[in-house]
């Protein structure tokens, strides 16, 4: 099928290259020309693994194009929007002005039979007043809801092997070109559900708001068995053998961040209060609040292993993207901490295998480096914040060789406290005695 897919950033640029991995001729538009200009040549403007194969591949092929001008996705049979619709600075709601502009600059040029397939998180209700424009504007088209639930890091394997695919529809019509998309998935058997735009739209923020729930919930108990001595990894793991609880989704320690969960969460309760209904998801201010206090919590442990006060001590920050094999660093708990010690005049030294470039635009008052042990060595304090594997496996006895003072917090709970306290570590996890 033709397809094109507006908006190439985290998600439109694997969606549209998994789409032409499949087989479909495929245009990525966006107004970025950087960006576009990157992809078309074959290089993918961020770090996902994965996509640089199939990009490549693709492009190669010359069944995926890109460019800057909306006039080159007219001949597409399927349009999927993927713009940001990030948050409102002053309302916590999602901001739908890149949503808007899309659809306008695509309406003319949408030919007889076009689908247009909103795959952005967006407000429950805008579905339906993008479908009234559309047959306002260009009756000849038609309108599903189709949202995305690809986790960075593992995005490829999850739009090419989605665990089920949503279609908020106004009639058969647009269900039966989204099987065509999806041919492949669909033939494997993944499941499929076919309902309305607003279930559509809700299922997606529910998701959401359920996986932080899940996360800030362990992260609560983290807090309740730092007053008790309790350790809420062996809780963590006791209560997720309960296969109705289930063990994923319930790592404590830092808490959420990324460019999804946080705003996600925040669009979903600011767009129940409109309803009329904002004690139903009252408890998602509560689930933000949790995970905001686990940030600060690893702020007071670095300021009380430092015996008072961070100032001028030399912290070694290991991590800044929001979770290991991704380089995003939007509303990174990592970057957060590092700001923060950074603010109470500690000499902070970050390192992350990816993440470095993005969170040099948006702090670029903090060091970094990009070797490990360079962050490492003649640190007063370690601060462990994304779980990158090569983090997760520092041997402690030669880590302790670089530091000048053996000292770690675990902020993910991903290193083993008995191993690092044999080799002379002082070792505090979150929720752990
Ligand atoms: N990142 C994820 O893992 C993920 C997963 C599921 C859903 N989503 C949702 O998908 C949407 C996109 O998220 P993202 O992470 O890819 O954001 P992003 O910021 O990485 O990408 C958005 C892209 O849209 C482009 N854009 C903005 N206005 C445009 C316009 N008028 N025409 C063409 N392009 C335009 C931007 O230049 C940018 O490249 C959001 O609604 C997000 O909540 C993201
Ligand atoms: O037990 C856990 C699991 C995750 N996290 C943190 O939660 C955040 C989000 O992780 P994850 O959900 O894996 O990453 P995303 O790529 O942001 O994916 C989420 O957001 C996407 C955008 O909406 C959805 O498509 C995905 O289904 C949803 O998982 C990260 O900071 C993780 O470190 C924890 O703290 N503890």
Known sequence: MRISVIGCGYLGAVHASAMAELGHDVIGIDVDEHKIGELASGRPPFFEPGLPEILTSATASGRLRFSTDMADAADADVHFVAVGTPQSPDTNAADLRFVDAAFEALIPHLAEGALVVGKSTVPVGTAARLAARIADAAPHATLAWNP??????????????????????????????????YHAAIEAGTPRIVTDYATAELVKVAANAFLATKISFINAMAEIAEVTGADVTQLADAIGHDARIGRRFLNAGVGFGGGCLPKDIRAFAARAEELGRGESVGFLREIDAINLRRRQRVVDLAIEALGGSVNERKVAVLGVSFKPDSDDVRDSPALDVAVQLKGLGAHVVATDPQGIENARVRHPQLEYVTSTEDALREAELVVLVTEWSEYRSLDPVATAQLVSSTSIIDGRNVLDPAAWRAAGWAYQGLGRP
């Open 148 to 181: 995305e639930f690809l986790r960075e890091g593992f995005a490829v394997k999850d739009t090419i092997e989605p665990d089920r695919l949503v279609y908020g529809v106004g009639d058969d019509h647009a269900a039966s070109v989204l099987d065509r998309v």
